[in-house]
Each structure stands twice: as structure tokens, then as C-alpha cells.
């Protein structure tokens, strides 16, 4: 039972409202030279349950390495990737770039607390990809999920609601400051150099 309710958790991301839960980075464990996971991490709101067809987005994966996103093994969540996601919201500033792969996390289990809400909030995790880049970087998630309450009335149990937020993705990694402090006294020379070949010869008479 434990693993089903962990399945439906872990279909979804939400962000702002306070009956919403939130999305985080659980994680990055290095695998080799060009391989990291990223393993994310969150929270399901008192207000939120799930019907089939409701799903997490994380835009714009960098370096995505083909077959390995992964729900952890839950039965009742479809794994997928796309270049662009039809019917998805993306987060105002952000952007769905064609050309760089979005995580899909799809729930297709049976209804799963979607009436008689609200619920205590429900902690999930599982959620990975692999990417070839190791830095952080921050771009949007869309959610799709079910509200749970009140019940009978207009716009309550068993509507569907969607949240959009910001998610840390792979990016490149951002040199140390021992690298930086090398790299800047690498131009220093060039530039003394430079300079000193530029300067004009002195003229004897």
C-alpha cells in the first residue's frame, strides 16, 4: 500500500499556493565522468490528490542522457521525455526551448485521494534523470494534479488545477575559485605580454 501512495505522490510538482507543495532538487550523486543524477524530492498538499492523466513537467533537462529518467520503480507512473509539451504551462520569464529535452512524469493509477480532503501534507521522492552536465541551474516545472476539496460544490473535489513554479536542472559547472584565480592570472600574463610586445622601440641617435 505504502508503495502505491509513493507512486501517486510522486507524480506531481506544485509551487506557490499555501494549499499547493512544492518541488525540490533531493540530490546530485556523480556516477562517472559526464554522468550525474539529479534526484528530486517533495511534498504533496493538503489540497492535491490524482487522477490518471495528471503529471509533473520539468522543463528544458540539460544534457540529458537517453533512458535514464526513472520514477523509482512505481508501477502507476509512466516516464517519458519530449522536446516541447503540449497543453503544459511554462512559469512566466522561462521558456520551453525545442531543442532540450523535458522530464514527464505521468500518473496512470487508480483515483488517489482526489475527494474528502483536506489531507496532512504526504512527502514523497524518486524522481531522477542522469545528465553529462554536474552544475545547477534553474528553470520551470509545470503541474498538473486534482483537487481534493470541498466536496459538491463548483470548482472543488475532483477538479483538475495546475502549478507552475521553478525547479533547479542541470547546467554547467561554474569553475572554483582556485580555477578562477588561475584563469584570471593567465590573462594578466597575456595582457603584460601583449602589452610589452606593443610597446615602440627606443630611437638612438
Partial sequence: MKKAILAAAAAIGFAVPASAGVITLGG??????????????????????????????????????????????NANVVVSVENTSPGGIVTPGFNDDPSLVNLVFT??????????????????????????????????????????????TPGGSNTAVFSLGQVTVPAAAVPEPATWAMMLGGFGLLGATARRRARPGRVTS
Fill in 107 to 152: 500518473y496512470m493509477g487508480p483515483d488517489f485521494r482526489n475527494t474528502g480532503g483536506p489531507f496532512t501534507p504526504f512527502d514523497f521522492n524518486g524522481l531522477s534523470a542522469r545528465s553529462t552536465l554536474g552544475g545547477m541551474g534553474v528553470d520551470a516545472f509545470f503541474g498538473l494534479s486534482t483537487k481534493n476539496n470541498p466536496d459538491g
Fill in 28 to 73: 546530485i550523486t556523480q556516477n562517472g565522468a559526464n554522468d550525474f543524477t539529479f534526484t528530486y524530492q517533495g511534498t504533496l498538499g493538503p489540497d492535491e490528490g490524482l487522477r490518471a492523466g495528471d503529471r509533473l513537467i520539468i522543463y528544458d533537462f540539460r544534457g540529458y542522457i537517453d533512458g535514464s529518467i526513472s520514477a523509482d520503480g
